[in-house]
């Protein structure tokens, strides 16, 4: 319990100060562009806890969700099948220049092939996602230890044993790095995809509130914006202790033995 709480003290101790600091220096603001962080955080309760939850927060949440999934899976599967694959190094500068697209730059030719929606949001931030986790995972499986590889021939696995049992347990590493890559890259092509054409979602509101000099709400919304890429990043933290639990305790061993 006590490293509990000392790990949760070294989390939130810099932000509580900042909001702290934050609140007394705004206190007595008259800044059209800075409001006061009280005024902020009663525009953030009426709006985000209440009336905009389901209306703006539960869409993104749902196109985020989806890109993201349909983004990892097109990665593992590619970048598995890339990484096993001879031809690799003729194809990964291409898929490379393809990454270094920036997805702002892609949004309106999206909206010119799949008109607006969802699923033109999902296609978004399935191409900013799919990028990280499919150049990780190939990156993974290409670098598996040589002597693993000539071990799994060896024995008498077929080819899902040997995918599901070796390959990826040993680029899971390198796959979790590019997921945690994938989901930020996620959240901006979310609230990018909401800025052209969109009706509702975080980036909507941010634009809307910017457009009509609501700067309480605009701040608001960019709160909201923190603390959905604050929990996803937590939530990849625990995925990645519980699924790579192995890996760091390897890790942990090694070091005990080059004492």
Not at 150 to 179: H, K, N, Y
């Amino acid at each position: 319990m006590g490293k509990w709480i000392r790990e949760v003290v070294a989390e939130v101790w810099l932000p509580c100060l900042v909001v702290l600091l934050w609140w007394l220096t705004s206190l007595d603001s008259r800044s059209l562009y800075f409001p006061p962080l009280a005024v902020i955080l009663e525009r953030f309760g009426t709006d985000w806890v209440f009336a905009r939850f389901n209306s703006d927060l539960v869409p993104s949440l749902r196109n985020l969700g989806a890109g993201f999934a349909i983004g990892t899976a097109i990665g593992v599967s590619l970048g598995v099948a890339l990484g096993l694959s001879s031809i690799a190094r003729y194809v990964m500068p291409l898929l490379e220049v393809m990454r270094a697209v920036p997805i702002i730059a892609l949004i309106p030719l999206i909206i010119m092939l799949l008109g607006t929606g969802d699923i033109e949001k999902i296609a978004i931030i399935t191409f900013g996602a799919v990028w990280p986790v499919l150049l990780n995972t190939a990156e993974g499986v290409r670098n598996i230890d040589p002597t693993l590889r000539e071990v799994t021939r060896s024995l008498t696995l077929d080819r899902l044993d040997i995918l599901f049992r070796v390959v990826l347990p040993a680029a899971s590493p390198q796959i979790i790095a590019g997921l945690r890559l994938a989901v930020s890259i996620a959240l901006v092509a979310t609230v990018g995809s909401e800025l052209f054409a969109s009706t509702e979602g975080i980036g909507y509101v941010i634009l809307a509130a910017t457009q009509g000099w609501d700067m309480p709400q605009m701040w608001a919304a960019l709160l909201m914006l923190g603390i959905v890429g604050y929990a996803l990043n937590t939530l990849m933290t625990v995925f990645e202790r519980r699924l790579l639990r192995w890996h760091w305790g390897r890790g942990a061993a090694d070091r005990s033995a080059t004492r």
